[in-house]
């Protein structure tokens, strides 16, 4: 007799769905993110990051961190990042590398809309940390971190005993040039008008200093 054959229909893999509902979402992976996503992880709630275009925040374009407990002889900034990264994924935090791009809070549960994906969340954590103002000159971004600074509590210690310059004009320049006098021989505040915008008192602070000298009218053109 004839043997038949009898073809079976072939299954398609089962494509598994993104998973796009958390029960809580962490917009930013700096130190605050990555802090928040341990923590909420580790009480086992579904927690998502979205980490954005700079993940780790500031501290990845920072060499040494002094500051910090439980590094009695420093760590570099970008390793520190990596390894709070490495301790979120741990705890069960998923990270992915997004930008969110709008959100609606009318409503639970929250949306977020990144570039590629909508999102929904109980609960919303907005840790979008700060980004310095950049004076755009020639070798700002070369000698960032090589002497380029956007911290004085940070990185004022590593100046001992030499002379600063402090770009601007406001309660920040003030305030970051008098703290600065603790470690610098001198501090020079440039200021590209003819006078401050920093509150009375703040300017009054800076020019009682002995260690204070201002530049006014002078702009940076490059830095070598």
């Known amino acids: 007799g004839g043997t038949a054959l009898v073809e079976r229909e072939k299954k398609s893999p089962e494509i598994q769905e993104k998973k796009t509902k958390y029960d809580v979402i962490i917009i930013g992976a700096g130190p605050a993110g990555y802090t928040a996503g341990i923590y909420c992880a580790r009480a086992r709630y579904e927690t998502l990051i979205i980490s954005g275009v700079l993940p780790g925040g500031q501290l990845v374009n920072t060499t040494e961190v002094e500051n910090y407990p439980g590094f009695a002889q420093g760590i570099m900034g970008p390793d520190l990042m990596t390894d709070m990264r490495a301790q979120t994924e741990r705890m069960g935090a998923t990270i992915v590398s997004d930008e969110v791009v709008n959100v609606d809070f009318r409503q639970k549960p929250f949306k977020v809309l990144t570039a590629e994906e909508e999102y929904e969340g109980r609960a919303i954590i907005i840790c979008t940390g700060a980004n310095p103002r950049k004076l755009k000159v020639t070798g700002e971004a070369e000698l960032s971190g090589k002497g380029v600074s956007y911290c004085a509590t940070c990185d004022g210690a590593f100046f001992r005993n030499q002379e600063i310059l402090v770009v601007g004009g406001g309660d ?7 703290f600065l006098t603790k470690f610098a021989s001198m501090v020079h505040i440039s200021h590209r008008r003819d006078q401050l915008r920093a509150s009375k008192v703040m300017q ?19 830095i070598e």
């Open 172 to 178: 920040s320049a003030m305030e970051e040039a008098t």
């Open 204 to 222: 009054e602070r800076a020019y009682d200093n002995p260690k204070i000298k201002f530049h006014l009218n002078t702009q940076v053109e490059s």
